[in-house]
Protein backbone atom coordinates (compact mmCIF):
# COMPACT_ATOMS: atom_id res chain seq x y z
CA UNK A 1 0.00 0.00 0.00
CA UNK A 2 2.87 2.37 1.00
CA UNK A 3 4.48 1.42 -2.53
CA UNK A 4 1.02 2.99 -4.36
CA UNK A 5 1.14 5.86 -2.11
CA UNK A 6 4.74 6.44 -2.89
CA UNK A 7 3.87 5.88 -6.45
CA UNK A 8 1.10 8.02 -6.89
CA UNK A 9 3.40 10.91 -5.33
CA UNK A 10 5.63 10.60 -8.44
CA UNK A 11 3.28 10.14 -10.55
CA UNK A 12 1.80 13.27 -10.03
CA UNK A 13 5.11 14.72 -9.20
CA UNK A 14 6.53 14.45 -12.92
CA UNK A 15 2.90 14.96 -14.20
CA UNK A 16 2.97 18.35 -13.07
CA UNK A 17 6.59 18.90 -13.99
CA UNK A 18 6.10 18.06 -17.61
CA UNK A 19 3.46 20.57 -17.54
CA UNK A 20 4.69 23.49 -16.38
CA UNK A 21 7.78 22.73 -18.51
CA UNK A 22 5.17 24.71 -21.33
CA UNK A 23 4.17 27.49 -19.53
CA UNK A 24 2.06 29.63 -21.57
CA UNK A 25 0.13 26.30 -21.85
CA UNK A 26 -1.08 26.28 -18.11
CA UNK A 27 -1.68 30.19 -18.38
CA UNK A 28 -4.52 29.22 -21.45
CA UNK A 29 -5.83 26.13 -19.48
CA UNK A 30 -6.87 28.39 -16.76
CA UNK A 31 -8.17 31.13 -18.62
CA UNK A 32 -10.31 28.13 -20.77
CA UNK A 33 -11.93 26.42 -17.34
CA UNK A 34 -12.36 30.29 -16.13
CA UNK A 35 -14.84 31.12 -19.28
CA UNK A 36 -16.43 27.70 -19.65
CA UNK A 37 -17.52 28.42 -15.72
CA UNK A 38 -18.95 31.98 -16.67
CA UNK A 39 -20.36 30.27 -19.94
CA UNK A 40 -22.25 27.24 -18.25
CA UNK A 41 -23.48 30.25 -15.44
CA UNK A 42 -25.20 32.17 -18.15
CA UNK A 43 -26.80 28.93 -19.85
CA UNK A 44 -28.63 28.06 -15.77
CA UNK A 45 -29.61 31.90 -15.21
CA UNK A 46 -31.81 31.69 -18.97
CA UNK A 47 -33.80 28.73 -17.45
CA UNK A 48 -34.02 29.28 -13.72
CA UNK A 49 -33.52 32.69 -13.51
CA UNK A 50 -34.21 34.38 -10.12
CA UNK A 51 -37.84 33.76 -8.94
CA UNK A 52 -38.00 31.51 -11.67
CA UNK A 53 -38.18 27.81 -10.61
CA UNK A 54 -38.60 24.53 -13.31
CA UNK A 55 -39.33 21.35 -12.36
CA UNK A 56 -39.87 22.23 -8.45
CA UNK A 57 -36.45 23.31 -8.17
CA UNK A 58 -35.50 27.48 -7.84
CA UNK A 59 -32.59 29.17 -9.15
CA UNK A 60 -30.68 28.43 -5.94
CA UNK A 61 -31.31 25.14 -5.69
CA UNK A 62 -30.28 24.44 -9.25
CA UNK A 63 -27.13 26.15 -8.17
CA UNK A 64 -26.56 23.17 -6.52
CA UNK A 65 -27.13 21.08 -9.01
CA UNK A 66 -25.04 22.96 -11.14
CA UNK A 67 -22.11 23.08 -8.41
CA UNK A 68 -22.21 19.60 -8.07
CA UNK A 69 -21.90 19.09 -11.78
CA UNK A 70 -18.87 21.90 -12.04
CA UNK A 71 -17.09 19.53 -9.46
CA UNK A 72 -17.74 16.38 -11.79
CA UNK A 73 -16.57 18.33 -14.34
CA UNK A 74 -13.21 19.36 -12.64
CA UNK A 75 -12.31 15.81 -11.37
CA UNK A 76 -13.05 14.74 -15.56
CA UNK A 77 -10.75 17.24 -16.28
CA UNK A 78 -8.02 16.80 -13.72
CA UNK A 79 -8.40 12.94 -13.54
CA UNK A 80 -10.25 11.37 -15.93
CA UNK A 81 -9.46 13.06 -19.59
CA UNK A 82 -5.96 12.97 -19.36
CA UNK A 83 -5.42 9.57 -17.81
CA UNK A 84 -8.51 7.41 -19.95
CA UNK A 85 -7.69 9.44 -23.18
CA UNK A 86 -3.76 7.65 -23.07
CA UNK A 87 -4.84 4.50 -22.70
CA UNK A 88 -5.94 4.95 -26.37
CA UNK A 89 -2.36 6.50 -27.13
CA UNK A 90 -0.93 3.46 -25.29
CA UNK A 91 -2.64 1.13 -27.42
CA UNK A 92 -1.61 2.59 -30.36
CA UNK A 93 1.88 2.90 -29.99
CA UNK A 94 2.74 -0.26 -28.41
CA UNK A 95 3.31 1.46 -24.89
CA UNK A 96 0.98 -0.19 -23.06
CA UNK A 97 3.42 -3.04 -23.24
CA UNK A 98 5.49 -0.93 -20.69
CA UNK A 99 2.13 -0.62 -18.38
CA UNK A 100 1.71 -4.19 -18.46
CA UNK A 101 5.36 -5.42 -17.70
CA UNK A 102 5.55 -3.10 -14.07
CA UNK A 103 4.41 -4.73 -11.03
CA UNK A 104 1.41 -2.35 -10.30
CA UNK A 105 -2.06 -3.14 -11.04
CA UNK A 106 -2.36 -1.67 -14.31
CA UNK A 107 -5.66 0.14 -13.67
CA UNK A 108 -4.04 1.92 -10.93
CA UNK A 109 -1.47 3.01 -13.19
CA UNK A 110 -3.74 3.93 -16.07
CA UNK A 111 -6.16 5.46 -13.82
CA UNK A 112 -3.75 8.23 -12.37
CA UNK A 113 -0.56 8.23 -13.95
CA UNK A 114 -1.14 11.47 -15.10
CA UNK A 115 -2.68 15.07 -13.59
CA UNK A 116 -3.99 18.27 -15.20
CA UNK A 117 -3.98 21.11 -12.38
CA UNK A 118 -5.59 23.08 -14.37
CA UNK A 119 -9.31 21.23 -13.33
CA UNK A 120 -8.38 21.95 -9.58
CA UNK A 121 -9.86 25.79 -9.61
CA UNK A 122 -12.75 23.84 -11.05
CA UNK A 123 -13.65 21.96 -8.25
CA UNK A 124 -13.18 24.47 -5.89
CA UNK A 125 -15.38 26.81 -7.49
CA UNK A 126 -18.35 24.02 -7.91
CA UNK A 127 -17.91 23.49 -4.06
CA UNK A 128 -18.23 27.36 -2.86
CA UNK A 129 -20.99 27.28 -6.36
CA UNK A 130 -22.59 24.18 -3.67
CA UNK A 131 -21.77 25.92 -0.49
CA UNK A 132 -23.42 29.55 -1.59
CA UNK A 133 -26.23 27.87 -3.76
CA UNK A 134 -27.39 25.81 -0.65
CA UNK A 135 -27.01 29.00 2.03
CA UNK A 136 -29.11 30.79 -0.51
CA UNK A 137 -31.87 27.97 -0.58
CA UNK A 138 -31.71 27.61 3.25
CA UNK A 139 -30.35 24.52 3.61
CA UNK A 140 -28.54 23.75 7.40
CA UNK A 141 -26.29 20.64 7.18
CA UNK A 142 -25.02 18.74 10.13
CA UNK A 143 -21.55 16.97 10.55
CA UNK A 144 -22.92 14.11 9.47
CA UNK A 145 -25.28 15.66 6.82
CA UNK A 146 -21.80 16.80 5.29
CA UNK A 147 -20.45 13.32 5.35
CA UNK A 148 -23.87 11.67 3.61
CA UNK A 149 -23.05 14.81 0.78
CA UNK A 150 -19.57 13.69 0.50
CA UNK A 151 -19.90 9.95 0.04
CA UNK A 152 -22.21 10.44 -2.58
CA UNK A 153 -20.27 13.15 -4.61
CA UNK A 154 -17.55 10.42 -4.77
CA UNK A 155 -20.57 7.42 -5.59
CA UNK A 156 -21.59 10.22 -8.50
CA UNK A 157 -17.47 10.43 -8.68
CA UNK A 158 -16.79 6.67 -9.09
CA UNK A 159 -19.75 5.90 -11.66
CA UNK A 160 -18.46 8.39 -13.82
CA UNK A 161 -15.12 7.02 -13.68
CA UNK A 162 -16.03 3.50 -14.19
CA UNK A 163 -18.43 4.90 -17.44
CA UNK A 164 -15.40 6.00 -18.96
CA UNK A 165 -13.14 3.70 -18.00
CA UNK A 166 -15.39 1.17 -19.67
CA UNK A 167 -15.14 2.56 -22.30
CA UNK A 168 -11.53 3.22 -22.72
CA UNK A 169 -11.13 -0.18 -22.32
CA UNK A 170 -12.48 -0.64 -25.40
CA UNK A 171 -10.05 0.66 -27.26
CA UNK A 172 -8.05 -2.81 -26.61
CA UNK A 173 -10.56 -4.12 -29.64
CA UNK A 174 -11.23 -0.47 -31.63
CA UNK A 175 -8.42 1.46 -30.90
CA UNK A 176 -10.35 4.85 -31.97
CA UNK A 177 -12.89 5.18 -28.65
CA UNK A 178 -12.69 9.08 -29.08
CA UNK A 179 -16.27 9.80 -30.39
CA UNK A 180 -17.54 6.67 -27.41
CA UNK A 181 -15.68 9.26 -24.69
CA UNK A 182 -17.48 12.67 -26.31
CA UNK A 183 -20.89 11.07 -26.36
CA UNK A 184 -20.01 10.75 -22.43
CA UNK A 185 -19.09 13.94 -21.88
CA UNK A 186 -22.08 15.23 -23.51
CA UNK A 187 -24.42 12.77 -21.34
CA UNK A 188 -22.72 14.22 -18.19
CA UNK A 189 -23.61 17.87 -19.46
CA UNK A 190 -26.56 16.55 -19.18
CA UNK A 191 -26.09 16.35 -15.26
CA UNK A 192 -26.22 20.50 -14.74
CA UNK A 193 -29.40 20.56 -14.58
CA UNK A 194 -31.70 18.74 -11.96
CA UNK A 195 -33.24 15.26 -12.98
CA UNK A 196 -36.70 16.63 -12.46
CA UNK A 197 -36.46 19.42 -15.29
CA UNK A 198 -36.60 16.34 -17.98
CA UNK A 199 -39.56 15.13 -19.58
CA UNK A 200 -40.30 11.65 -18.10
CA UNK A 201 -38.47 9.50 -19.86
CA UNK A 202 -35.45 10.95 -19.82
CA UNK A 203 -35.77 11.28 -16.30
CA UNK A 204 -36.29 7.25 -16.37
CA UNK A 205 -32.84 6.48 -18.91
CA UNK A 206 -31.13 9.06 -16.64
CA UNK A 207 -31.81 7.66 -13.30
CA UNK A 208 -31.53 4.15 -14.48
CA UNK A 209 -29.63 3.31 -17.53
CA UNK A 210 -26.60 6.23 -17.67
CA UNK A 211 -27.08 7.43 -13.76
CA UNK A 212 -26.37 11.00 -14.74
CA UNK A 213 -29.42 11.56 -11.46
CA UNK A 214 -26.66 10.34 -8.99
CA UNK A 215 -23.98 12.31 -10.10
CA UNK A 216 -25.38 15.53 -9.46
CA UNK A 217 -29.27 15.76 -8.35
CA UNK A 218 -28.81 13.05 -5.73
CA UNK A 219 -25.99 15.12 -3.98
CA UNK A 220 -27.76 18.26 -4.33
CA UNK A 221 -30.75 16.57 -2.84
CA UNK A 222 -28.63 15.50 0.19
CA UNK A 223 -28.07 19.08 0.34
CA UNK A 224 -31.49 20.47 0.72
CA UNK A 225 -32.57 17.81 3.06
CA UNK A 226 -35.04 15.97 0.35
CA UNK A 227 -32.88 12.68 -0.41
CA UNK A 228 -34.69 9.42 0.15
CA UNK A 229 -32.92 6.80 1.85
CA UNK A 230 -33.49 4.19 -1.24
CA UNK A 231 -31.86 6.25 -3.60
CA UNK A 232 -28.94 6.83 -1.40
CA UNK A 233 -28.35 3.26 -1.02
CA UNK A 234 -29.00 2.80 -4.80
CA UNK A 235 -26.41 5.01 -5.66
CA UNK A 236 -24.06 3.93 -3.67
CA UNK A 237 -24.98 -0.04 -4.94
CA UNK A 238 -24.55 1.38 -8.51
CA UNK A 239 -20.67 3.18 -7.94
CA UNK A 240 -20.14 -0.16 -6.52
CA UNK A 241 -21.52 -2.26 -9.38
CA UNK A 242 -20.43 -0.04 -12.32
CA UNK A 243 -16.80 -0.05 -10.82
CA UNK A 244 -16.64 -3.95 -10.22
CA UNK A 245 -17.89 -4.09 -13.86
CA UNK A 246 -15.12 -1.97 -15.26
CA UNK A 247 -12.86 -3.75 -13.29
CA UNK A 248 -13.79 -7.09 -14.49
CA UNK A 249 -14.18 -5.97 -17.90
CA UNK A 250 -10.44 -4.51 -18.04
CA UNK A 251 -9.12 -8.18 -16.86
CA UNK A 252 -11.20 -9.52 -19.78
CA UNK A 253 -10.33 -6.66 -22.15
CA UNK A 254 -6.73 -7.94 -21.61
CA UNK A 255 -7.09 -11.68 -22.39
CA UNK A 256 -7.45 -9.97 -25.78
CA UNK A 257 -4.99 -7.80 -25.72
CA UNK A 258 -2.45 -8.09 -28.95
CA UNK A 259 -0.30 -5.73 -29.08
CA UNK A 260 0.62 -3.20 -31.45
CA UNK A 261 3.38 -5.20 -33.74
CA UNK A 262 7.07 -3.26 -33.92
CA UNK B 1 15.40 -20.14 -16.56
CA UNK B 2 13.24 -20.26 -19.52
CA UNK B 3 11.38 -23.45 -20.98
CA UNK B 4 9.20 -23.54 -23.91
CA UNK B 5 7.07 -26.48 -25.17
CA UNK B 6 4.56 -26.49 -28.51
CA UNK B 7 4.23 -22.92 -28.23
CA UNK B 8 1.75 -21.82 -31.04
CA UNK B 9 -0.03 -18.29 -31.37
CA UNK B 10 -2.67 -17.90 -33.80
CA UNK B 11 -4.53 -14.56 -34.70
CA UNK B 12 -7.48 -13.66 -36.21
CA UNK B 13 -7.13 -11.09 -39.46
CA UNK B 14 -10.05 -9.54 -41.02
CA UNK B 15 -9.52 -10.32 -44.79
CA UNK B 16 -10.27 -6.93 -46.68
CA UNK B 17 -10.27 -6.68 -50.32
CA UNK B 18 -8.99 -3.25 -51.98
CA UNK B 19 -11.42 -0.71 -53.30
CA UNK B 20 -14.74 0.47 -52.47
CA UNK B 21 -16.77 -3.09 -53.61
CA UNK B 22 -13.90 -4.65 -50.90
CA UNK B 23 -14.70 -2.35 -48.48
CA UNK B 24 -18.53 -2.93 -48.88
CA UNK B 25 -18.34 -6.26 -48.55
CA UNK B 26 -15.72 -6.30 -45.61
CA UNK B 27 -18.16 -3.77 -43.60
CA UNK B 28 -21.26 -5.88 -44.72
CA UNK B 29 -20.10 -9.37 -43.72
CA UNK B 30 -16.66 -9.69 -42.26
CA UNK B 31 -14.31 -12.56 -43.43
CA UNK B 32 -11.55 -13.76 -40.98
CA UNK B 33 -8.42 -15.63 -41.49
CA UNK B 34 -6.41 -17.52 -39.04
CA UNK B 35 -2.37 -16.70 -39.14
CA UNK B 36 -0.51 -19.03 -37.93
CA UNK B 37 2.41 -16.58 -36.50
CA UNK B 38 4.18 -18.73 -34.13
CA UNK B 39 3.57 -22.63 -34.70
CA UNK B 40 5.32 -25.50 -32.40
CA UNK B 41 8.22 -24.16 -31.26
CA UNK B 42 10.48 -25.69 -28.27
CA UNK B 43 13.50 -24.48 -26.17
CA UNK B 44 14.98 -24.16 -23.20
CA UNK B 45 17.27 -21.36 -22.03
CA UNK B 46 19.80 -22.07 -19.12
CA UNK B 47 20.59 -18.98 -16.08
CA UNK B 48 22.90 -16.60 -17.69
CA UNK B 49 23.18 -17.57 -21.41
CA UNK B 50 23.06 -15.05 -24.05
CA UNK B 51 21.07 -16.26 -26.40
CA UNK B 52 20.25 -14.13 -29.93
CA UNK B 53 16.87 -14.22 -32.04
CA UNK B 54 16.94 -14.13 -35.60
CA UNK B 55 14.46 -14.17 -38.25
CA UNK B 56 13.10 -11.58 -40.42
CA UNK B 57 10.07 -9.27 -40.29
CA UNK B 58 7.10 -10.86 -39.57
CA UNK B 59 9.00 -14.45 -38.39
CA UNK B 60 7.60 -14.71 -35.22
CA UNK B 61 10.19 -13.50 -32.94
CA UNK B 62 8.54 -10.73 -31.28
CA UNK B 63 5.06 -12.47 -30.87
CA UNK B 64 7.54 -15.23 -29.44
CA UNK B 65 9.11 -12.53 -27.10
CA UNK B 66 5.59 -11.36 -25.70
CA UNK B 67 4.67 -14.36 -25.24
CA UNK B 68 7.21 -15.07 -22.84
CA UNK B 69 6.99 -11.46 -21.50
CA UNK B 70 3.39 -12.13 -20.53
CA UNK B 71 1.70 -9.82 -22.86
CA UNK B 72 0.10 -12.31 -25.13
CA UNK B 73 -1.99 -15.60 -24.27
CA UNK B 74 -0.20 -18.41 -25.90
CA UNK B 75 -2.77 -20.24 -28.12
CA UNK B 76 -1.20 -23.40 -27.03
CA UNK B 77 1.59 -24.90 -25.39
CA UNK B 78 3.65 -24.15 -22.14
CA UNK B 79 5.80 -21.48 -21.06
CA UNK B 80 7.59 -21.30 -18.19
CA UNK B 81 9.81 -18.42 -17.29
CA UNK B 82 11.77 -17.65 -13.98
CA UNK B 83 9.25 -20.58 -12.48
CA UNK B 84 6.42 -18.34 -13.70
CA UNK B 85 3.51 -18.52 -15.85
CA UNK B 86 4.46 -15.47 -17.87
CA UNK B 87 0.42 -14.36 -18.90
CA UNK B 88 -0.88 -14.49 -15.56
CA UNK B 89 1.88 -11.80 -14.92
CA UNK B 90 3.07 -12.09 -11.32
CA UNK B 91 4.48 -9.08 -9.85
CA UNK B 92 6.87 -11.60 -8.67
CA UNK B 93 7.56 -12.15 -12.03
CA UNK B 94 7.50 -9.16 -13.42
CA UNK B 95 9.81 -8.09 -10.78
CA UNK B 96 12.26 -10.58 -12.47
CA UNK B 97 12.13 -9.51 -16.22
CA UNK B 98 12.40 -7.02 -18.55
CA UNK B 99 11.65 -5.89 -21.58
CA UNK B 100 13.88 -3.39 -23.65
CA UNK B 101 12.40 -2.44 -27.20
CA UNK B 102 14.70 -0.47 -29.27
CA UNK B 103 11.62 1.53 -31.36
CA UNK B 104 9.43 2.55 -28.32
CA UNK B 105 10.21 4.23 -24.93
CA UNK B 106 8.79 3.95 -21.79
CA UNK B 107 10.56 7.53 -20.35
CA UNK B 108 9.12 10.40 -20.33
CA UNK B 109 9.67 12.67 -23.47
CA UNK B 110 9.36 16.10 -21.24
CA UNK B 111 11.55 15.29 -18.41
CA UNK B 112 15.15 14.43 -17.38
CA UNK B 113 15.35 10.41 -17.22
CA UNK B 114 16.05 10.83 -13.44
CA UNK B 115 12.19 11.56 -13.27
CA UNK B 116 11.44 8.53 -15.02
CA UNK B 117 13.76 6.54 -13.05
CA UNK B 118 12.42 7.94 -9.66
CA UNK B 119 8.89 6.96 -10.86
CA UNK B 120 10.34 3.17 -11.74
CA UNK B 121 12.03 2.80 -8.15
CA UNK B 122 8.24 3.68 -6.39
CA UNK B 123 7.11 1.41 -8.64
CA UNK B 124 9.30 -1.78 -8.06
CA UNK B 125 9.25 -0.25 -4.28
CA UNK B 126 13.24 0.34 -4.37
CA UNK B 127 13.75 2.23 -1.64
CA UNK B 128 15.86 5.44 -2.27
CA UNK B 129 19.18 4.50 -1.01
CA UNK B 130 19.22 1.98 -3.12
CA UNK B 131 17.79 3.54 -6.12
CA UNK B 132 20.73 5.85 -5.59
CA UNK B 133 23.49 3.31 -5.50
CA UNK B 134 21.92 1.47 -8.51
CA UNK B 135 21.75 4.79 -10.81
CA UNK B 136 25.00 5.09 -10.17
CA UNK B 137 26.43 2.04 -10.98
CA UNK B 138 24.71 1.81 -13.58
CA UNK B 139 24.92 5.34 -15.25
CA UNK B 140 28.97 4.66 -15.01
CA UNK B 141 28.57 1.33 -16.90
CA UNK B 142 26.66 3.18 -19.48
CA UNK B 143 28.84 6.00 -19.25
CA UNK B 144 25.80 8.12 -18.52
CA UNK B 145 26.32 11.35 -16.24
CA UNK B 146 24.22 14.87 -16.59
CA UNK B 147 22.79 12.92 -19.59
CA UNK B 148 20.38 12.43 -16.43
CA UNK B 149 18.92 15.72 -15.90
CA UNK B 150 18.42 16.92 -19.16
CA UNK B 151 15.18 16.36 -20.64
CA UNK B 152 15.13 13.67 -22.73
CA UNK B 153 14.02 14.86 -25.75
CA UNK B 154 17.11 16.96 -25.86
CA UNK B 155 19.00 13.66 -25.95
CA UNK B 156 20.86 11.82 -28.74
CA UNK B 157 18.96 8.44 -30.05
CA UNK B 158 22.30 6.52 -28.79
CA UNK B 159 22.15 8.72 -25.12
CA UNK B 160 18.18 7.75 -24.93
CA UNK B 161 18.58 4.42 -25.76
CA UNK B 162 21.52 4.09 -22.45
CA UNK B 163 18.98 5.37 -20.64
CA UNK B 164 15.80 3.35 -21.20
CA UNK B 165 18.54 0.63 -20.48
CA UNK B 166 19.30 1.90 -17.06
CA UNK B 167 15.59 2.54 -16.70
CA UNK B 168 14.55 -1.28 -17.75
CA UNK B 169 17.54 -2.52 -15.71
CA UNK B 170 17.04 -0.77 -12.44
CA UNK B 171 15.03 -3.67 -10.64
CA UNK B 172 17.37 -5.86 -11.16
CA UNK B 173 15.60 -8.35 -13.53
CA UNK B 174 17.39 -11.83 -13.88
CA UNK B 175 16.07 -12.46 -17.17
CA UNK B 176 16.52 -9.29 -20.08
CA UNK B 177 14.44 -9.55 -23.20
CA UNK B 178 15.29 -6.98 -25.73
CA UNK B 179 14.06 -6.59 -28.73
CA UNK B 180 16.33 -4.52 -31.08
CA UNK B 181 18.14 -2.64 -28.42
CA UNK B 182 20.74 -1.39 -31.27
CA UNK B 183 17.78 0.41 -33.69
CA UNK B 184 19.13 3.33 -34.93
CA UNK B 185 22.40 3.61 -33.46
CA UNK B 186 25.77 4.70 -35.49
CA UNK B 187 28.33 1.88 -34.76
CA UNK B 188 29.94 3.38 -32.19
CA UNK B 189 26.78 3.74 -30.15
CA UNK B 190 25.72 0.17 -30.71
CA UNK B 191 29.51 -1.05 -29.59
CA UNK B 192 28.83 0.29 -26.24
CA UNK B 193 25.38 -1.15 -25.93
CA UNK B 194 26.95 -4.15 -26.82
CA UNK B 195 30.24 -4.24 -24.77
CA UNK B 196 27.58 -2.85 -22.01
CA UNK B 197 25.01 -5.71 -22.28
CA UNK B 198 28.44 -8.39 -22.30
CA UNK B 199 29.70 -6.38 -18.87
CA UNK B 200 26.19 -6.80 -17.54
CA UNK B 201 25.76 -10.45 -18.12
CA UNK B 202 29.16 -11.28 -16.58
CA UNK B 203 28.90 -9.53 -13.43
CA UNK B 204 24.78 -10.17 -13.19
CA UNK B 205 24.46 -13.68 -14.42
CA UNK B 206 21.35 -12.02 -16.07
CA UNK B 207 19.30 -14.67 -18.56
CA UNK B 208 19.36 -12.50 -22.07
CA UNK B 209 17.30 -13.13 -25.15
CA UNK B 210 17.78 -10.63 -27.94
CA UNK B 211 16.43 -10.22 -31.05
CA UNK B 212 18.64 -7.81 -33.44
CA UNK B 213 18.19 -7.07 -37.15
CA UNK B 214 22.26 -6.04 -36.90
CA UNK B 215 24.51 -9.33 -37.13
CA UNK B 216 27.18 -8.07 -35.52
CA UNK B 217 24.74 -8.13 -32.40
CA UNK B 218 24.53 -11.76 -32.74
CA UNK B 219 28.12 -12.62 -33.18
CA UNK B 220 29.56 -10.47 -30.54
CA UNK B 221 26.53 -11.66 -27.61
CA UNK B 222 25.10 -14.60 -28.53
CA UNK B 223 27.05 -18.01 -28.56
CA UNK B 224 23.79 -19.75 -29.22
CA UNK B 225 21.51 -18.73 -31.79
CA UNK B 226 17.42 -19.47 -32.42
CA UNK B 227 16.64 -18.72 -35.79
CA UNK B 228 12.67 -18.34 -36.20
CA UNK B 229 11.39 -19.02 -40.11
CA UNK B 230 7.51 -18.46 -40.75
CA UNK B 231 6.90 -19.23 -37.43
CA UNK B 232 8.80 -22.34 -37.21
CA UNK B 233 11.96 -22.89 -35.34
CA UNK B 234 14.58 -23.52 -37.96
CA UNK B 235 17.76 -23.21 -35.94
CA UNK B 236 19.08 -23.94 -32.07
CA UNK B 237 22.40 -24.12 -31.50
CA UNK B 238 25.83 -22.24 -32.38
CA UNK B 239 25.88 -19.56 -35.10
CA UNK B 240 28.62 -21.45 -37.30
CA UNK B 241 26.67 -24.59 -37.15
CA UNK B 242 24.06 -22.76 -38.58
CA UNK B 243 26.47 -21.28 -41.11
CA UNK B 244 27.53 -24.93 -41.74
CA UNK B 245 23.91 -26.20 -42.27
CA UNK B 246 22.83 -23.02 -44.26
CA UNK B 247 25.71 -23.41 -46.74
CA UNK B 248 27.77 -26.38 -45.96
CA UNK B 249 30.44 -25.35 -49.25
CA UNK B 250 33.51 -23.44 -48.48
CA UNK B 251 34.22 -20.02 -50.62
CA UNK B 252 37.99 -20.44 -52.69
CA UNK B 253 38.96 -17.28 -54.49
CA UNK B 254 42.19 -17.67 -56.59
CA UNK B 255 44.27 -14.99 -58.24
CA UNK B 256 45.95 -15.96 -61.15
CA UNK B 257 49.20 -15.15 -62.81
CA UNK B 258 47.15 -14.70 -66.57
CA UNK B 259 43.19 -15.43 -67.58
CA UNK B 260 42.14 -18.79 -67.79
CA UNK B 261 38.93 -19.81 -69.54
CA UNK B 262 35.41 -20.52 -67.47
CA UNK B 263 35.84 -24.21 -68.70
CA UNK B 264 39.18 -24.80 -67.30
CA UNK B 265 37.34 -25.08 -63.78
CA UNK B 266 35.01 -28.19 -64.68
CA UNK B 267 34.97 -31.17 -61.97
CA UNK B 268 36.65 -28.08 -59.66
CA UNK B 269 33.57 -27.51 -57.27
CA UNK B 270 31.03 -24.56 -58.36
CA UNK B 271 31.78 -21.81 -60.38
CA UNK B 272 30.55 -18.74 -59.11
CA UNK B 273 32.66 -16.12 -61.06
CA UNK B 274 35.67 -15.81 -63.14
CA UNK B 275 36.62 -12.96 -64.64
CA UNK B 276 40.31 -12.04 -65.44
CA UNK B 277 42.68 -13.11 -63.21
CA UNK B 278 39.61 -13.91 -60.19
CA UNK B 279 38.00 -16.28 -59.67
CA UNK B 280 35.18 -17.64 -57.08
CA UNK B 281 34.75 -21.17 -56.50
CA UNK B 282 32.54 -23.05 -53.95
CA UNK B 283 33.78 -26.57 -52.33
CA UNK B 284 32.01 -28.87 -50.44
CA UNK B 285 34.04 -29.11 -47.36
CA UNK B 286 35.68 -32.75 -47.60
CA UNK B 287 37.02 -32.34 -51.02
CA UNK B 288 38.51 -28.74 -50.07
CA UNK B 289 42.13 -30.10 -49.72
CA UNK B 290 41.71 -31.75 -53.44
CA UNK B 291 40.63 -29.44 -55.02
CA UNK B 292 42.74 -26.81 -53.28
CA UNK B 293 45.99 -29.41 -54.52
CA UNK B 294 44.70 -29.65 -58.27
CA UNK B 295 44.07 -25.88 -58.61
CA UNK B 296 47.72 -25.27 -57.32
CA UNK B 297 49.36 -27.79 -59.20
CA UNK B 298 47.58 -27.07 -63.02
CA UNK B 299 47.63 -23.53 -62.49
CA UNK B 300 49.99 -20.27 -61.39
CA UNK B 301 48.30 -19.31 -58.56
CA UNK B 302 49.25 -15.88 -57.19
CA UNK B 303 47.28 -15.68 -54.31
CA UNK B 304 44.63 -18.18 -52.84
CA UNK B 305 41.84 -17.81 -50.05
CA UNK B 306 39.39 -20.07 -48.64
CA UNK B 307 36.73 -18.55 -46.50
CA UNK B 308 33.22 -19.06 -44.64
CA UNK B 309 30.15 -17.58 -46.83
CA UNK B 310 29.40 -14.90 -44.64
CA UNK B 311 26.55 -15.33 -42.23
CA UNK B 312 24.53 -12.64 -43.14
CA UNK B 313 24.63 -13.07 -46.39
CA UNK B 314 23.39 -16.46 -45.96
CA UNK B 315 20.63 -15.81 -43.70
CA UNK B 316 19.34 -12.77 -46.17
CA UNK B 317 19.64 -15.30 -48.73
CA UNK B 318 17.44 -17.67 -46.96
CA UNK B 319 14.63 -14.85 -45.81
CA UNK B 320 15.17 -13.89 -49.90
CA UNK B 321 14.02 -17.27 -50.62
CA UNK B 322 11.43 -18.26 -48.31
CA UNK B 323 12.37 -21.64 -48.48
CA UNK B 324 13.96 -23.52 -45.47
Known amino acids: MRRYFKSLRRFWGTAVASQLEYQLNVVIELVAVGLSLLGSLFMLSLFFGPGRALGGWSWHEALIVQGFYTVLDGMASTWLRPNLSSIVTHVREGTLDFVLLKPIDSQFWLSLRTISPAGLPEIALGLLLVIWGGHQAGASLSPGGIAVVLLMLLAGGLILYSLWFLIAATSIWFVKTWNATEVLRAVLASGRYPVAAYPAPLRLLFTLVIPVAFLTTVPAEVVLGRASTPMLWLGLGLAVGFFVAARQFWFYALRHYTSASS | ?324
Open chain 2, 1 to 324: MIEVESLSKIYRVADKQPGLGGTLQHFMRRRHRDVCAVSNVSFTIARGEMVGFLGANGAGKTTTLKMLCGLIYPSAGQVVVAGHQPQKRHPDFLRRITLVMGQKQQLLWDLPPMDSLRVNAAVYGISDRDAKRRISELSDLLELGEELTRPVRKLSLGQRMKAELLAALLHQPDVLFLDEPTLGLDVNAQARVRKFLADYNQRTGATVLLTSHYMADITALCPRVLLIHQGNLFHDGPLDRLASRLAPERHVRLELAAPVGAEAFAGLGRLDSCCDCEVNLRVQPDELTAVVAQLLDRFEVRDLEVNDPPIDQLIGELFRQGKV
